[in-house]
Every structure is written in C-alpha cells, then in structure tokens.
C-alpha cells in the first residue's frame, strides 16, 4: 500500500480525495489501480509528472520505479494560474 | 589612573601589530586575512580597503560573530592610523578571536603606499539609509547590496494575484526598476486577493493601478509599464530592455511557454509560481544550471486533455504566500545570496499547511534547453479550454 497525492486540478475525478492509497509494487501498478479505482483519471495521468520520495521518475525508472510502503507518490500536472482565478480553467488535466 | 597615551601603549603591548607592507602580503593571500575597518561610516566612504568588512568600533562587540562567524580566521583590524584598531584587537581576542593584528599606521600609511583603494561611488543618501536600515543591519545585504538592488531590474509578467505581493515586496526592498507587463483593467474579481490594486482603481489598467501603488510606496523605484499581451512579437523588444531577474506570475500556458523560452535564450533567471484553490508551487528556472520549464513539460497537454472551462478559484491569500516567496527569490538572485530554488519544486498546500519538495533535474532532451534543442523560435499557442468538461 501507498499513498498517491492527488492534484487539485484531478480532485474532480477522485470524488475530491485529496490522497489515495493503492496497491501495487511500481508506480505503473499504482496508477493502474488508481484509474481503476476512479475511471475518470484514464487519459489524465500522461502528461502529469510523478514522483517518488520526492523524485522525477523519469530519472529513476519511469514507470518501473518501485515503490515502497513509506514512499509517498506525488502527481504534477502543470499549473498555469497566476494573475486570474478566472483563467484557472486553463490548467491541463494532465 | 592612566592617561589614554599610557592606555594605549599598554594595551599597544599586548596585541599583535604588522606594517603595511606585510598586510599588504596578507592581503593578496589565496586565503586572505579579513580586512575589518573599525572606522565610522563617513571615514569607510572616504575610501577603504577593497573587500574589507566594515564594522564601526561603537558596534564591534555586538556583531562581529554575524560578521565573522569563524573564531580562527586570521583577522587585521585597521583604522585611520593604527590607533582605535589597536582597542578592536584587544576586544576581538576577548570576544575568543585568535588570530587578530592591528595595522600600524592605518589606512594612512596604506594610502601613502599606494595600495588598492575603493572609494564607493553613489553611496546611499541619509534618507535612504534610514528606509533601508533593516537591510543595512543584515551581513547578507549591508550597504552593498542595497546598493545593488538599487541597480537591478526586475521585470514582472502579471500585476495580478502573483504579481501584487512580488511587485509590493520589491519595491519595498528597493529594487531600482520594475518593469510590469499586464494588459488587464481591474475588476471587482480581482480585489479579493491581488493587493496592488484597490476599489477606487476599478475599472483603470493594472499596469497603471499597480505604478501608483509602487510610486506612493517607495519613490526610489522607477516603474516601466507595458501595458500589452505578452506575445513572439514583443518579448523580445520588452526583453532588450535589460532584465536582471524575470518574475513570472502569468495566468495562462501559451505566457508561460513564452516566457520561459525567451529566460533561456536571453540567459536571464526565471522565477515560477504558480496557484489553484489551496495550493501553489514554486521555483526557480536558472537557464543552463538547472531546468526550465520545458525540462518538467515539454508541450502543453493536447486539445482533447484540456481543462474545463469552468472557474478554478483561489483561496485569496494563497498568492500571498507564492508571490512573496517570488519576491524572496528573486531578491536573492538580484544579490547573488543564498540558495535559490534552482532544481527544486515547493510545493505549498494551505489546507494542511504544508510545505513539500521535489526535486526538478535539467533533461539533456529538453527541446529548449537540452543539448540538442528542437524548438528556436517562439510558439504561440492558442489558448484553450475544453466546453466539453465544463
């Protein structure tokens, strides 16, 4: 068991969990049973940068990375808001 | 009871004491001594040994530990003619200092040498000495580095949420030039959270609202507006005015690529934040030291993975947070101090009150910064958000 940190922008499709704990012994494993768990992130999660222990992936294994009971794994998908709340719309769910 | 003739000579006795000539041997050292001038401020403007600490005789004992923190590092202490240095010794070797000598004959018999002089050009005036006397007092900013924001040049992308507590704290600092590129008028929305602006500044371009605000806090700062969208056919020209640090507070992606683009190829620090609802992030993008923005994601996500167009909202204190630490980053890379958030992403949750961090590594296949860059002019992109999601 881990625990994914989910972004405020993809809160919409967890039913607004701020954390989910999932199975499995890979990151890859992990979103798989994320997605399962909430059908609405499949075709979110591409474009959004994970972390684990508070590292890309992409400079460890990418979606092989293994992951730890202890390890917390973090979903970055780009933040584009700044100047206007109005404008918030324009963040990816990535 | 002895005269201060006996006082000195006595005391003259129990110290170290080297001539010009061998200072000027320590001075050119590969580790050389600290120079420490116990003189009053009106004599260090004078002209002073280039590099020397300045620490009048009146505040010795209290901040010599912040000025130099390492008991054992061989310290000469000086003055006019050799003189008040010879008390300073004495009272550094009380203090624990255990490698202090006086400079016989002073600073006189340095000059009359002809030995290395900086004669600070521009000091601060009296007024602005008093405004920023909390900087003054702080070993990391002191005279020179005020003098030195004083001479930067800080351009703003946004006089916004992000933009008004940055832009705020910059101008209170004294950062010399803030340039501000905003295209927007104030609305009602905006008062919730963006502080530069103010309800009798409804309805008035922001970049306008937000040099008002600037001038009425700190007249030392020249404000330069641009009062226009970001675009490829003006960044360029907005950069060609010569920017030290860009502080990017922009609201939309097609700005943020733009920006970040034209920070690596005009070689110019960028620092990032960005916000939704609770929670921000941070960093700072150091063209060719760290990543950019593109190293963490390369395109913008495609049409059919667009965001809602439904309103995101902000907790309005929450650019507070993210704005101010651009500020304090940016303030940094101005003095050249500290340890910028280059290669690392803060993220900042106010619901929990967290602060995490990840680490960002330059990607060597980033298409902008990477080895082989793919993209070498600016992409407009078109702004987007999907109907569909709403």
Redesign the interface.
Known sequence: MSVIRI???LRAQTGGEREVIVEGETVRDLLDDLTSRFPGLN??L??A?V?VG???I??RDGYETPVSESDTV?L??????????????????? | MSSYRDLLEETRQQIGEIDVKRARELYGDAVPAVFLDVREREEWDEGHIPGAVHLPRGWLESRVEQAVGDRTRPIVAYCAAGNRSVFAARTLEELGYTDVVSLAGGINDWKRHGYPLEVPTGGLAPEQRTRYSRHLLIPEVGEEGQLKLLQSRILLI??????SPAALYLAAAGVGTLGIV?A?VVDE??LQ?QVLHSTASLGEPKVESAERTIRALNPDVEVKTYKELLTSENIDRILADGWDVIV??????PT?YLVNDAAVWHDIPLVH???????G?ATVFKPHEGPCYRC??PN??PP???????????LGVL?GVIGSLQASEAIKLALGIGEPLIGR?L?FDALTTTF??????R?PDCPVCGDHPTISEYIDYV???NPL?A
């Open positions: 972004p405020p922008t075709g979110q591409e474009y940068n972390y508070g590292e890309d992409r400079t973090i970055l998908p780009a933040m584009a808001g700044g100047s206007t709340a109005e404008n918030a719309a324009h963040f990816p769910r990535a | 946004g006089a916004g949420g992000l933009g905003d927007d929305t905006n959270r990017d507070g922009a609201d939309n992606f943020r934040g960005s916000i939704f609802r609770f929670e992030q963490l994601f913008p996500p059919e993975l667009a965001p809602s167009c439904a309103e995101g909202g902000v650019p992403l993220l995490t961090e990840v680490a960002l590594r990607d702004e987007f958000c999601h």
